[in-house]
């Protein structure tokens, strides 16, 4: 019952001795129970309540007015720390303002008249389509002329040539006369209303001209129907490999074991971050170089580098780090890579301090699909906050076990003070663990804040049946499932449809996706200078081998600074 072969050496040891001296008493297994039960509840509830006051102490907010510690932690930051004008509510359709559906046609005779003119053409697929009153499937500007491009299915416009004008479209009960006569309005109001220059094509001239023209058959042997950035793609986690399973290390070899001290707070603190609204650039591209934000690009990794930079997410979602694409969806780990650069070649979204290291590491960049550009960034949008948390943190740490003195003591706080820019209160520093864990918590949940997910699957429990109705009928909303409990209570699981999306204003996807590529950034920067000798790494550590005389990373207790998991003098000899 009480698990005691389960137990440790020591803790066994104690529970045996308490046993004794019970063994022979009545177990009343019900008061037993009960007790417990009331001692579970005083516990939750003193943790609780310690908890709330070590968080008003702190924080200056009220923990209990959100529902996860993360929400806790950005409205502590929206509170006290947020600068003004500073973050960007990004725009829940991702700056393209598309709300009404395109055809692939429409995409094809527009990218080919962009090509075949060499001019840029607005679409729904990359800046979004432009308004004039109605939507327009093409905008541009030539020779200072506006011009927009227009491309009609056949059915839905009342096409002359495919159908009779007296017939009635089952599908909008109108002829087919009516709605030819509709789109002809539009393009009368269109040149009279805002003086713009209309060209149209219509579906089955498109058809034609794509089994007749052999431009336009070369062209589209070759195209790609263009996807627009999606700024969360550009959002990767940590890395963890193991690029050896076994290791033992020779008798002048050690092998040792290094982890970073608060990682994504580090860089949060001491990292650029952008600011406000992007510009997104399509045409005309500049050196990667000379962008911070976003980038989608196609790049051609080089061959035999050891360490690869850039993360890719295979079709199945998991997460490589590949020299070569077809290799990694493939897992071919059974010879050596004879693709080509076309095979090998990674197409996705990362942010650009990441993919200028690529560039630095032998990356060649194949094309530019799409830039965001920050042209606003801080590094300081963290760091009082990152400071705040830290110094908490670390006088709840208490002294190390080396000060012991008055002047160690000070000297300890000077160093400190030096080091991180915080001035620690000696009065203050004692060992708290409630403290220092709500700290912690405080350091390490606000990024993940900013990356979450504006449109989750939402769950209602329904009495009323006109509210049951409107779930199901109106067009907000996406039924996934529902389902009557009872006669009079129906539950329904949703989410709201694409184009009534609002976004939550404590997101950003943006910072999030820095923050991890910066910890990514230094932890390659560590492996970069072992190579070979890594063994293993997760996001935030790395085990490696040393011979006599080999560099070895600088230990620090500070904040970004790498730690031993070995105790002073151990090392690891055989790896597995």
């Not at 001290?261 to 650029?272: A, E, F, I, K, R």
């Not at 003591?409 to 620690?424: A, F």
Request: aromatic share 14%; charged share 25%; net charge negative.
């Amino acid at each position: 019952m009480y698990g005691c072969d389960q137990m440790s050496p020591k803790e066994r040891e104690r529970f045996m001795t308490w046993y004794e001296t019970v063994c022979h008493s009545t177990f009343d297994f019900h008061k037993e129970m009960e007790s417990y039960c009331d001692n579970d509840v005083v516990i939750l509830r003193e943790g609780c309540l310690r908890f709330r006051a070590e968080v008003i102490k702190d924080a200056g907010i009220d923990p209990w007015s959100c529902t996860t510690i993360a929400s806790a932690c950005m409205k502590t930051y929206r509170t006290h720390f947020l600068p003004p004008a500073s973050i960007a509510i990004p725009s829940p359709d991702n700056y393209r303002r598309q709300f009404k559906s395109y055809s692939s046609g429409s995409i094809q005779w527009l990218e080919y008249l962009a090509q075949d003119k060499d001019i840029f053409i607005q679409h729904a697929l990359n800046r979004g389509e432009k308004a004039f009153g109605p939507y327009l499937d093409g905008y541009t500007q030539i020779d200072g002329v506006e011009t927009v491009f227009e491309y009609n299915g056949c059915f839905f416009h009342g096409c002359k040539s495919c159908f009779e004008p007296q017939v009635l479209c089952v599908l909008t009960q109108k002829t087919f006369g009516e709605m030819y006569l509709e789109f002809q309005d539009k393009c009368e109001s269109l040149q009279a209303t805002y003086g713009l220059k209309v060209n149209v094509m219509w579906e089955h001239e498109w058809t034609a001209l794509k089994k007749s023209d052999p431009h336009v058959r070369a062209f589209l042997s070759s195209f790609d129907t263009p996807e627009p950035l999606e700024p969360r793609q550009a959002l990767y986690g940590g890395r963890t490999n193991a690029l050896t399973l076994r290791y033992v290390a020779q008798p002048d070899e050690t092998i040792g074991y290094v982890d970073f001290t608060s990682l994504y707070p580090h860089v949060m603190s001491s990292s650029c971050y952008p600011m406000g609204h992007p510009e997104i650039i399509h045409r005309d591209f500049d050196l990667p170089q000379n962008y911070f934000g976003l980038i989608k690009a196609t790049v051609y990794p080089p061959r035999g580098l050891f360490i690869p930079v850039l993360p890719y997410k295979g079709p199945q979602g998991k997460l490589f780090f590949p020299l070569c694409r077809t290799c990694s969806e493939n897992n071919n780990q059974e010879k050596p890579c004879d693709h080509s650069d076309q095979e090998r070649a990674l197409t996705a979204v990362w942010v650009t301090p990441e993919f200028t290291k690529a560039l630095e590491k032998g990356y060649r960049v194949a094309k530019i699909f799409e830039v965001w550009n920050f042209s606003r960034k801080s590094d300081t949008l963290f760091k009082e906050y990152i400071k705040t948390f830290l110094r908490c943190k670390q006088m709840a740490s208490g002294y190390s076990s080396s000060v012991t003195d008055q002047e160690s003591k000070d000297k300890y706080i000077r160093d400190y003070h030096d080091r991180e820019g915080i001035l620690l209160d000696p009065d203050r520093i004692e060992v708290n663990k409630t403290k220092r864990n709500v700290s912690k918590l405080y350091l390490n949940s606000l990024w993940g804040k900013l990356s979450q997910r504006c449109n989750m699957l939402t769950t209602t429990i329904i009495k009323d049946p006109e509210e049951f109705l409107e779930f199901v009928f109106s067009d907000q909303y996406e039924i996934s499932h529902f389902s009557f409990l009872s006669q009079d209570i129906a539950l329904v699981q949703w989410r709201r449809n694409t184009k009534w999306v609002l976004p939550p204003g404590n997101v950003n996807v943006f910072l999030a996706a820095f923050t991890t590529a910066y910890g990514r950034l230094e932890l390659y920067a560590l492996m970069e200078q072992l190579q070979r000798r890594v063994l293993y790494h997760d996001t935030d550590s790395v085990v490696y081998v040393s011979k006599q005389g080999d560099w070895s990373p600088p230990l620090s207790n500070y904040l970004g600074g790498l730690t031993s998991e070995l105790k002073y003098g151990d090392h690891i000899y055989i790896y597995i």
